[in-house]
């Protein structure tokens, strides 16, 4: 684990104020490492509903193909 990036708050439960928090932590990151932790939950979830690997590309289905009149 990078403890670099390792995020603590202390307050008193019950607060609303951590969402704030929350958002500021994954803003700091930059949007490569939200993408990436956004991927893992997307493999995890397809491990849990018992898909293969092959099935985890993105969908690029091509419905209807027509030449652009001159």
């Known amino acids: 684990m990078d403890r670099s ?4 708050r202390l ?3 019950g607060e609303d104020d ?9 803003d700091e ?3 490569e490492a939200r993408f990436k ?11 849990i509903k018992g898909m ?4 985890f590309r993105l969908q690029r289905s091509v419905t ?3 030449k652009r009149p001159d």
């Open 5 to 8: 990036k390792l995020f603590t």
């Open 11 to 13: 307050g008193k439960v």
């Open 18 to 26: 951590c969402r704030a928090d929350i958002y500021r932590y994954w």
């Open 29 to 31: 990151l930059g949007s």
């Open 37 to 47: 932790a956004a991927w893992e939950l997307v493999i995890e979830a397809m491990k």
């Open 52 to 55: 293969e690997s092959n099935e």
């Open 64 to 66: 209807a193909r027509r």
